[in-house]
């Protein structure tokens, strides 16, 4: 079945190959399109798409230097640049799986593979086309954010048995979720299942219980989809999402890190991951996310100074656990940071930032006297009112004199921070990480998850925790938390472990203390 | 949800005790750079064909033999790199609502060039509204090695065909492709002979069976597999492949 809209349609083509450009387009108008634009790069497509409004996208992957189709498709999507009436189609003569994988998440309406020959472009655009003629006017509804209409539109098109019902069921299914009509969703999700085990009526039964509170029951479906297919990405996203709501960080860590290993060009799944890992401590896990974060985020609209920082700082952090990845790792970091001012906008304060981090690394390679230097210059512009800074870059400064083992000035400074943000616990939860001791209360709570190469924050833990028994008593579920840590920093810790002696010292103290408790109590 | 492996989450991969050179892995990485290589040389092909038709029947077949070749080299190599996938457990399987029309209508249309070619006549003899669940891309691949087979083998017409056999819970799609050549040979009608290697006499593999077998037994549903079937003395007097998918 042949589509007659042809000649009304606004086409935006775009490759860089003039002579794909132009075979494209001369298919086009084959077809009878007539009003077809081109663009060369992916800048230039999203300016376009910005000026107008198209009806279809002919995007090709590779557009050499610049964005990528993906990318391209990233941004539109990211900014709401791309309709719902716009169909994207995305072309590609290379089929990795890690790239269709990773273009999968931002769901173009379809993938052409080439070669391209005008049957099979005919082929699929006649397809594509009179699915969206039908179903246009729930496009149109979801453009105006008619979200009551949008669902009407659907259960009509469902009800009258379309051709596009199964289409028309899994935008119905979502309108649901969003508007939380959960129960309306549910009966739609088991309708479709009753007939097959499709991954998306799965996901989306399980978005049902999720919505509805029943975590456990959304952890159990998704893990069972995911074990039936293991490539279901969505599968992943929810349950990451479930195990947030659950509060199990460690969990979280262990669903995204599968994630990445699977589809390793999410930008944004490898930025939770990174996320997360900091959370929890794993600067091992952190670092190797954060760098293929700052890699695959170039030409990306999600690129962020932050990523940049955020992988040099791990990497000068990683000197405390292990030198040699910290060594491979710094090297990157220091080529990261200098090219900050190429794809950022600079203000002195990211100057001082970039200029700060990279003293941690200079000092954790051993350059001294060229991280003292660097630490010296940033002194003399920020001078000895850091104030005005942020808490990072004033946190970025301690780091920097700890790494150089400027030990009581770092000291001081953190002393007065400290001072500064006593209240606010967003800021404590980012200056626990360079104290003995967590001072907030979202870090005393997470502190207990064993990372093996980080044995020094149970032991924060634990002296935490005999700090508060020591001011106001025993209290049972601190006492067992402090045996179960120890019992668990005693499996790793080596007797050569910087952390040793203060394990031992620990031990001594919680022994002491369960001691004087069971002796008070006998003499009750 | 005790143990380890029933949730689905393992932090460990497969690799990791692999330190030595993997030689599949550069295998595969080396079929898929051949495989890119020989879609553009199809585009550029097809754009040469376009350019300038072929003068006398000589060069007709001439297009055809490399239409052919090309096409053939491409189809194996997809197939190597997906059973490549399919052991290491990573092909993905997506199996959805689709048209029938539309998968052979898509194979047609990509095919199109080397039946003109070779002057082979199609029949397409399937409802416009039949539908069934299965993964497009992966029994698309199935129906292009078949055709592509076929019209090496075919004299000068197929037939494809598709219809629903069965009810209630034995519902299967039934998918056929029928040509009016000698046939498959006897030792490719018993289902043993579609395993890789069993057949070192000849310059084929049965690489095409192979997969197609594989591709058939990753769609199931209350139990059941797919399968796939050849039969003699079709309905245009040759072979016949069936790919039945519950």
């Known amino acids: 079945m042949a589509y007659d809209g042809y000649s009304q349609l606004k086409v935006l083509v775009i490759d860089d190959f003039d002579n794909f450009r132009m075979t494209i387009c001369r298919m086009l108008q084959e077809l009878g399109v007539e009003d077809v634009e081109t663009a060369v790069n992916g800048a230039q497509a999203v300016r376009f798409s910005r000026r107008r409004s198209f009806d279809m996208i002919l995007c090709d992957y590779n557009l050499g230097s610049g964005k990528n189709g993906q990318q391209v498709l990233e941004e539109l999507r990211v900014n709401k640049i791309l309709k719902h009436r716009c169909l994207f189609v995305l072309i590609s003569?290379?089929?990795?799986?890690?790239?269709?994988?990773?273009?999968?998440?931002?769901?173009?309406?379809?993938?052409?593979?080439?070669?391209i020959t005008s049957n099979i472009l005919r082929q699929r655009l006649d397809r594509l086309l009179r699915q969206r003629q039908e179903l246009l006017p729930i496009y149109d509804a979801?453009?105006?954010?008619?979200?009551?209409?949008?669902?009407?539109?659907?259960?009509?098109?469902?009800?009258?048995?379309?051709?596009?019902?199964?289409?028309?069921?899994?935008?119905?299914?979502?309108?649901?979720?969003?508007?939380?009509?959960?129960?309306?969703?549910?009966?739609?999700?088991?309708?479709v299942?009753?007939?097959?085990?499709?991954?998306?009526?799965?996901?989306?039964?399980?978005?049902?219980?999720?919505?509805?509170?029943?975590?456990?029951?959304?952890?159990?479906?998704?893990?069972?989809?995911?074990?039936?297919?293991?490539?279901?990405?969505?599968?992943?996203?929810?349950?990451a999402e479930n195990c947030k709501k659950l509060g199990d960080d460690d969990q979280l860590q262990t669903v995204l890190h599968r994630a990445v290993e699977i589809s390793p060009m999410s930008l944004v799944r490898q930025l939770h991951l990174a996320q997360t890992a900091v959370d929890?401590?794993?600067?091992?896990?952190?670092?190797?996310?954060?760098?293929?974060?700052?890699?695959?985020g170039q030409f990306s609209c999600r690129d962020n100074l932050e990523n940049h920082l955020n992988f040099a700082r791990t990497a000068a952090a990683l000197f405390n656990e292990d030198v040699q990845l910290a060594q491979d790792l710094s090297r990157d970091a220091l080529r990261v940071l200098s090219e900050i001012p190429q794809r950022f906008e600079m203000t002195s304060e990211v100057e001082a930032q970039a200029l700060l981090v990279e003293s941690q690394v200079l000092a954790g390679q051993g350059q001294k006297s060229k991280a003292e230097e660097i630490l010296r210059e940033v002194e003399s512009t920020v001078g000895e009112e850091p104030a005005g800074l942020s808490i990072d870059t004033q946190l970025d400064q301690v780091v920097a004199l700890k790494a150089l083992k400027k030990d009581i000035p770092a000291k001081k400074r953190l002393d007065d921070i400290i001072e500064?943000?006593?209240?606010?616990?967003?800021?404590?939860?980012?200056?626990?990480?360079?104290?003995?001791?967590?001072?907030?209360?979202?870090?005393?709570?997470?502190?207990?998850?064993?990372?093996?190469?980080?044995?020094?924050?149970?032991?924060?833990?634990?002296?935490?925790?005999?700090?508060?028994?020591?001011?106001?008593?025993?209290?049972?579920?601190?006492?067992?938390?402090?045996?179960?840590?120890?019992?668990?920093?005693?499996?790793?810790?080596?007797?050569?472990?910087?952390?040793?002696?203060?394990?031992?010292?620990?031990?001594?103290?919680?022994?002491?203390?369960?001691?004087?408790?069971?002796?008070?109590?006998?003499?009750? | 949800m005790s143990s380890e492996n029933s949730n689905g989450i393992n932090k460990g991969s497969k690799n990791d005790r692999d330190t030595g050179l993997d030689f599949s892995l550069v295998l595969a990485s080396s079929v898929h750079d051949m495989k890119n290589s020989v879609g553009m040389l199809l585009n550029s092909l097809e754009d040469v064909i376009n350019s300038t038709p072929a003068q006398n029947q000589e060069q007709r077949c001439q297009f055809g033999v490399l239409q052919y070749e090309a096409s053939r080299i491409n189809s194996e190599l997809i197939q190597l790199l997906s059973i490549y996938r399919m052991q290491n457990n990573r092909m993905p399987v997506h199996v959805d609502e689709h048209f029938v029309i539309d998968l052979f209508e898509e194979q047609l249309a990509r095919n199109y060039m080397l039946f003109e070619t070779r002057g082979v006549h199609v029949d397409l003899d399937c409802d416009a509204d039949l539908n069934w669940f299965f993964d497009s891309d992966l029994i698309g691949s199935v129906v292009h090695n078949v055709l592509v087979n076929c019209a090496r083998y075919t004299h000068k017409a197929l037939r494809l065909n598709a219809e629903l056999e069965g009810q209630g819970k034995?519902?299967?799609?039934?998918?056929?492709?029928?040509?009016?050549?000698?046939?498959?040979?006897?030792?490719?009608?018993?289902?043993?002979?579609?395993?890789?290697?069993?057949?070192?006499?000849?310059?084929?593999?049965?690489?095409?069976?192979?997969?197609?077998?594989?591709?058939?037994?990753?769609?199931?549903?209350?139990?059941?597999?797919?399968?796939?079937?050849?039969?003699?003395?079709?309905?245009?007097?040759?072979?016949?492949?069936?790919?039945?998918?519950?």
């Not at chain 1, 009526?201 to 975590?215: D, H, I, R, Y």
């Open chain 2, 170 to 246: 034995n519902r299967v799609l039934c998918i056929s492709i029928a040509d009016d050549g000698r046939g498959y040979p006897a030792a490719m009608l018993t289902a043993e002979a579609a395993s890789i290697g069993m057949d070192n006499s000849g310059d084929n593999t049965h690489l095409g069976l192979f997969f197609a077998r594989k591709v058939a037994q990753m769609h199931c549903q209350h139990g059941t597999c797919g399968r796939i079937q050849l039969e003699n003395n079709g309905p245009l007097g040759g072979g016949v492949f069936k790919l039945y998918l519950p």
């Open chain 1, 193 to 239: 299942l009753e007939v097959r085990a499709l991954d998306w009526a799965q996901v989306g039964l399980a978005k049902v219980k999720q919505a509805q509170g029943e975590f456990q029951m959304a952890d159990k479906w998704l893990r069972e989809i995911i074990v039936n297919n293991p490539l279901c990405m969505q599968a992943y996203d929810v349950l």
């Open chain 1, 142 to 191: 979801l453009d105006e954010d008619a979200l009551d209409k949008a669902i009407n539109l659907c259960r009509t098109c469902i009800d009258s048995d379309s051709r596009y019902t199964s289409q028309c069921q899994k935008l119905l299914g979502n309108l649901y979720l969003q508007t939380g009509a959960h129960a309306e969703a549910e009966t739609l999700y088991r309708k």
């Open chain 1, 280 to 296: 929890n401590n794993d600067l091992i896990t952190a670092a190797n996310a954060w760098r293929r974060a700052v890699r695959l």
């Open chain 1, 93 to 115: 003569a290379e089929t990795s799986r890690s790239m269709i994988m990773a273009t999968y998440d931002y769901e173009p309406d379809a993938y052409l593979t080439k070669p």
């Open chain 1, 420 to 524: 500064r943000y006593r209240e606010d616990e967003k800021a404590l939860v980012k200056i626990d990480r360079l104290l003995e001791e967590p001072l907030s209360e979202h870090n005393r709570k997470q502190a207990k998850r064993l990372f093996p190469n980080h044995l020094g924050v149970h032991l924060n833990l634990v002296q935490a925790l005999l700090g508060e028994m020591e001011e106001f008593g025993r209290d049972e579920g601190y006492m067992d938390l402090c045996l179960a840590t120890l019992k668990k920093v005693g499996c790793r810790v080596t007797t050569g472990h910087a952390q040793y002696k203060r394990y031992l010292q620990l031990q001594d103290k919680v022994k002491n203390l369960g001691l004087k408790q069971e002796g008070t109590r006998d003499v009750e």
